[in-house]
């Protein structure tokens, strides 16, 4: 018998089984062109919205699936094995929404996180910099407060969902000076957001369907109601999210092995001995 996962119940195995025919119908025809265009279409995403594949983990009063991260990770996983690599969802619901309930108000997360539920807002979050990756500290990205807003100046790059992106949570300094504690979270909501702007789509190795995008903020401003959490904090909030990150990293990462494997057992398997041998 095949092995099962201590946290694959019944219902987890019924959703990414859901899930993997979902990608392999929905998805994989697109991929070429998908790739091209260097993102999913928008389409994909309200697909999965209506089918319940967004936002599993989120309670149902949020529009979510009213799981846990059980869910989110077999729709991940059921991703990665049929090696669909472009959608973002993995970001958007398994993190971005985290960081609305987790620090959001309540009028936040009814603002944002039912439409993410539906695919109609779509989720991304920004923390590396071009002179700032592993060293999240380092961030030079300014939001200072001016009465009833924040001004934004600086710019980030890798951003996954970056092109795509309807909000946008962001890793910036309010307080220049006063090192990590000066850094605080900020939800851009990128509709009509003067000054801001989406650089290069990269070129990368693989993923290339994933619009993984420079973005640039020139004197934006956000309203202060933005805020997530306290000012000040955000360096915190982002250590927290980052040990859930991980996770999500690398049950993506596994799913993807274990397809590799699979494969190579399955074609192994099933080639003839050539004469020579
Ligand atoms: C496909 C893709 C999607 C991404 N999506 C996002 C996103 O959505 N949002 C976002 O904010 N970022 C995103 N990133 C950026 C990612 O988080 C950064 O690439 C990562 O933080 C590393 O930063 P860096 O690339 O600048 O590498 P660096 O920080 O320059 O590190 C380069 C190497 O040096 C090592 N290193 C660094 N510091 C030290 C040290 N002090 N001691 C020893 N070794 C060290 C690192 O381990 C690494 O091997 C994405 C990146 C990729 C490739």
Known sequence: MAYRSPWVDAEIADLKSMARSFFETEALPHRERWEAQKCVDREFW?????????????????????????????????????????????????????????????EQKQRWLPGMATGEIIGAIAM???????????????AIRNGDHYLLNG???????????????????????????????LVLETKDAAGFTVGRVLEKLGMKAQDTSELFFDDVQVP?????????????????????????????????IESAVALTVDYASSAKPSAAS
């Open 128 to 142: 590396t910099e071009p002179g700032a990756g592993s060293d999240l500290k380092a961030i030079r990205t300014t």
């Open 155 to 185: 710019s980030k790059t890798f951003i996954s969902n970056g092109s795509s992106a309807d909000i946008i949570v962001l890793v910036l300094k309010t307080d220049p000076a006063a090192g990590v504690r000066g850094v605080s979270l």
């Open 224 to 256: 202060v109601e933005n805020l997530l959490g306290d000012e000040g904090k955000g360096y915190v909030y982002a250590l927290n999210q980052l040990a859930h990150e991980r996770l999500v990293v690398a049950v993506t990462g596994l799913s993807v």
């Open 46 to 106: 309200l697909k999965a919205g209506r089918l319940g594949l967004l936002c599993t983990g989120m309670p149902e009063e949020y529009g979510g699936g009213g799981g846990t991260v059980a869910h989110d990770f077999a729709v991940m996983e059921a991703q990665s094995q049929v090696g669909e690599s472009g959608f973002g969802g993995a970001v958007h619901s398994g993190l971005v929404a985290y960081y609305l309930l987790h620090y959001g108000t309540e």
